[in-house]
Structure formats: structure tokens, C-alpha cells
């Protein structure tokens, strides 16, 4: 029983991180690290620390970052191409918006640099029923991971304000900076 305890304790945590990382070390040779920042137009204020992006896929959340307060966000993800695949805004209600595959996307080929790609501008107010989950539980996050997902205004831009975040908040950085900003069909 204490075993199963620990396990589901030790699971529960993994569940709870930000996914942003808290440092440039320790990358696997299968791995990088991407920053940026995401601004979201709305028509209502929201608590950029509320916003969560998955990467790829849905369901799992197996490559999420949690925005921090002023909206960027760095993590690591394979190599490969990635995709923005999910918008979260998670307030007493919880919010969700599927964005089509591919439709905001990158490719990552290089594990010993670090990926700028972009500040990010999405216009999306979530505060429609239809952003909300109509199902409850495993079976409406199944649902949900189903659907195609709907296309919403979205740019990119590359600021140097965001690189000089990243580079004060990693001082101890020793891998390159390099841009390569998302592509938006």
C-alpha cells in the first residue's frame, strides 16, 4: 500500500509541472530548447500564467509549458517538427481551443542550440461555451483530443527583448541562440 502511495504521489507531481525548464544543461542528444512568448488577443483581461500550450498532440500533455506572468515561455522538445496544437486557459472554468495540425508549427534539428521562435500573437477571447469541454472525465478529453481544431488570427515576430529575457533569465547559457521563428499556414 505505501508503494502505491508513493507511486501515485510521485505520479501526481510530474502531472502538476509548468514544463518550463530551469536550465540550458542537461539536454538529451535527441533534445532542444525553444523559447518565446505568446500573446493572446482578447476581448477580457487574462492571467498570462493561466495559459497553457501543448505541443504536437492533445491528450497527454507530454510536451506542455505553462506560460509564466508575462507570457513566455522555454522548454525542451525533441528534434523534429512540433507543432502548437492546443490553447489552454486554465480559470476556475477552464477553456480549450484545438488549432488544426500544423497550422502554427517549427522544425527543430539541431540539439546543442537553443530555438528563438518568435513572439507569437493569437487572437482568441475564451469565453464562449463551444471553448469549453462538453464532456467531463477521460471520455470528454478523448472527445476533445478528437476534434480538428479551428484556425484563429495568429503572427509571429521576432523581438530582441524576448532573446535579452531569455538571456538574463540563463545567465549561465553556453549553448547558441538561434532564430527560427514558427511557420503559420
Avoid at 496544437?85 to 537553443?114: A, C, H, Q, W
Wanted: charged share 20%; proline share 4%; hydrophobic share 40%.
Amino acid at each position: 500500500m505505501y508503494r502505491i502511495i508513493l507511486l501515485f504521489l510521485a505520479l501526481f507531481s510530474l502531472g502538476c509541472s509548468t514544463g518550463r525548464i530551469a536550465t540550458t544543461a542537461n539536454t538529451k542528444p535527441n533534445e532542444t530548447i525553444v523559447f518565446g512568448k505568446l500573446t493572446l488577443d482578447s476581448s477580457r483581461p487574462l492571467a498570462s500564467e493561466k495559459i497553457v500550450l501543448h505541443f504536437n498532440e492533445r491528450l497527454w500533455g507530454k510536451h506542455t509549458v505553462w506560460l509564466d506572468e508575462s507570457g513566455y515561455f522555454y522548454m525542451k522538445l525533441p528534434l523534429g517538427n512540433h507543432f502548437l496544437s492546443l490553447l489552454e486557459y486554465r480559470d476556475n472554468i477552464g477553456f480549450y481551443k484545438n488549432l488544426p495540425p500544423n497550422y502554427i508549427s517549427v522544425n527543430l534539428t539541431e540539439p546543442e542550440k537553443v530555438y528563438y521562435i518568435g513572439d507569437i500573437y493569437l487572437t482568441w477571447t475564451p469565453v464562449e461555451l463551444a471553448d469549453m469541454r462538453q464532456n467531463k472525465g477521460v471520455v470528454g478529453a478523448i472527445a476533445e483530443a478528437e476534434k480538428r481544431g479551428e484556425y484563429v488570427p495568429a503572427s509571429v515576430e521576432s523581438s530582441q527583448q524576448t532573446v535579452n529575457f531569455f538571456k538574463q533569465k540563463f545567465i549561465g547559457n553556453q549553448k547558441e541562440i538561434v532564430t527560427e521563428l514558427v511557420t503559420i499556414e
